[in-house]
Structures are given as C-alpha cells and as structure tokens.
C-alpha cells in the first residue's frame, strides 16, 4: 500500500488528512481519545499545545540571527493584514446594520473571528510548504490569541490587558532553541527534521478538539462567518503578504482560518461589556463552525497558491523531480 504517497498528493494531506479523521472519531465516538495514559496525551486535543511547542523548538533551532529582521517583517505584515480585515470588516457591518450585524452574524462575531487565525494550523502547513523564517513569524502572530484584539477594536481597551507572560510563554521554546542552534550547528542539523516530523500529529490534535456538528448548529450564519473569515480576512493577509511582503501568498493564505480558541472570546468580550451579552451564545456557535469550515478549506488554499506561485518546499519538491527525471 501507498498511503504516504495518497496522503502527498492532496493539498496539504499530511495535515488535512489526520485533521479529519480525528474530527470524525471526536464527533462520532469522543470517548475514544480519552482512555488516558499515552493514548490521550498523544491523540487528543490537549496534546495540540506540546507538539506546537516542540515544533517551535525545532523552528528556533534552524533560525539564524541575521534572518530575525525578515522574521519580524513577515509576521508584523501578516498580523496587521488580518487584524485590519477584520476591524474593518466589523466596524463597518456594525455601522450599516447595527450591533445585531448581517445575515445573522453579529459585528461581535466577525470581530473576534476574522481578526485572528489558528496559530497551530500555521505552523504545520509553514512546515509542509514555507521555511523557517516563515515559521518563526508565528512569534508576532501570537498577538492574535485570545480577546485583547477584539476588545481593542470594540472600545473597551482601558478595561483589557495585554497577557505578556502568555505572549512570552508562547515563544520560549522557539527562543531556546533559537540560542542553542546559533551556538551549535550540529544541534541545528540534528533537529531541522522534527519541523516536519510533528506535522501530522499536530493535525490530528486540532482535529481531536473538532466537532463536525458546530457545522450545523450554527446554520448558513456559520458558513457566511467562514466565508467572511476565508475570503476576506485570508484575502487581505494574502495581499499583505504579495504585495508588502513580496512573497508568492502562501502564508497569507495560511491565516485564512478561524482559531479555535477565539471560540470563548464572545463570553469574554461580554463579561466586560454586558451589552454584547445577548449575541454570546449565536456568536460562539457561529465561530465553532468558521473554526471547522476554514481549518478543512485553508490547507487546500495554501496547496493551490504554492503551486500555481512557488514556495520554498514545492519549489525544491520540482527541481529534486526534474533532477531525478533527467539524470
């Protein structure tokens, strides 16, 4: 049997692929992945943040110092891209058709959704088509976790904090093992193929916290949020990214999802303004469904642009294949 190879050939398989299958045991059968002992702590939801962070270790460890200001301006693009599409985006359905939004999707939810991305769904597909650099610019995109953005673009910012231990958490493992590939190349070398390595385990964890049935809770209202979230707030990342940051798209078109943990944003957002309280329960099954919609559609979208563009790894994947084909 050829299952590597089957799993290769779809648009980003080697995430997609364990993405749905664990989606589909964790909304058919939950309990499966939740045994305990090694089975839970590997195949379910709650291992998603340890092969997050041994992927940035071993992103950090191939990082070199004088690639840190491209790293800085790739992410700082990328964030601000998808921030703006969604501000806008928000701010201009809550003036024309009031808090209540459009079509069902409240200006809350478009808020708290389009103006974030899922970090881990990032850092899998940079592994399967982009490069380190491409990779550490998840260091700047952290900002997006959680309701700090939303609530920055609601007004409620003098009541808000930005969580800089949490942000500093993020990136620590990416930091060591930044300093420690810089100190050594051998350590470099040793870990440069453990970026690739987690990239199916990665995917089945988000895929282990995914219930197919948000889809459908959440009505056509879901879908518009995701369509908002997919082509608009991945739309404007991809022309951040093409146009500013002069790459061929292909991490633009990775931040076209919806992150899973902006799921609790709309209660958070509430907690502190009480009159965002009625749209909470709409606008947190509504994210659900974005939340599984764009993690399926993102990886292809990503396929397609490196492509029909070129990114890093398609690109060396063709000239092994030419080389191979004409020695």
Do not use: C
């Amino acid at each position: 049997m050829h299952i590597m190879k089957a799993v290769q050939k779809i648009p980003g398989g080697m995430m997609v692929v364990p993405l749905l299958i664990a989606a589909v045991i964790n909304t058919f059968f939950p309990q499966a992945l939740k045994i305990g002992s090694f089975t839970t702590a590997t195949f379910s939801n709650v291992a998603a943040a340890t092969f997050v962070g041994m992927q940035l270790f071993f992103i950090g460890a191939n990082l070199k110092v004088k690639e840190a200001p491209e790293v800085l301006k790739r992410g700082t693009v990328l964030l601000i891209s998808k921030y703006l599409a969604g501000a806008l985006l928000g701010l201009l359905v809550a003036k024309v058709f009031g808090t209540a939004g459009f079509l069902g999707v409240s200006a809350l939810a478009i808020i708290a959704s389009v103006t974030g991305s899922n970090g881990s769904l990032y850092l899998a597909l940079m592994g399967e088509y982009g490069e380190p650099k491409d990779l550490a610019a998840q260091g700047i995109l952290n900002i997006h976790d959680g309701p700090f953005l939303a609530l920055l673009t609601l007004g409620a910012t003098g009541l808000a904090n930005i969580p800089l231990m949490a942000l500093f958490a993020a990136i620590v493992p990416l930091l060591i093992g930044f300093i420690l590939g810089n100190l050594d190349k051998d350590i470099s070398k040793f870990f440069a193929p453990g970026v690739s390595l987690v990239i199916p385990f990665i995917g089945f964890a988000i895929g282990a916290g995914i219930n197919l049935s948000s889809i459908f809770k959440a009505g056509a209202s879901g879908i518009v949020l995701a369509a908002m979230v997919f082509f608009i707030g991945g739309g404007f990342a991809i022309l951040g990214d093409k146009f500013i940051n002069r790459r061929p798209g292909y991490a633009g078109a990775a931040i076209s999802s919806a992150a899973g943990n902006t799921i609790a944003t709309p209660a958070a957002v509430a907690l502190i303004d009480h009159s965002y309280q009625p749209y909470v329960a709409a606008a947190t099954t509504q994210i659900a469904a974005a939340v599984v919609i764009t993690a399926i559609v993102t990886p292809m979208l990503v396929g397609w642009i490196a492509k029909k563009f070129g990114s890093p790894k398609y690109d060396m994947e063709q000239n092994q294949q030419l080389n191979t084909t004409s020695a």
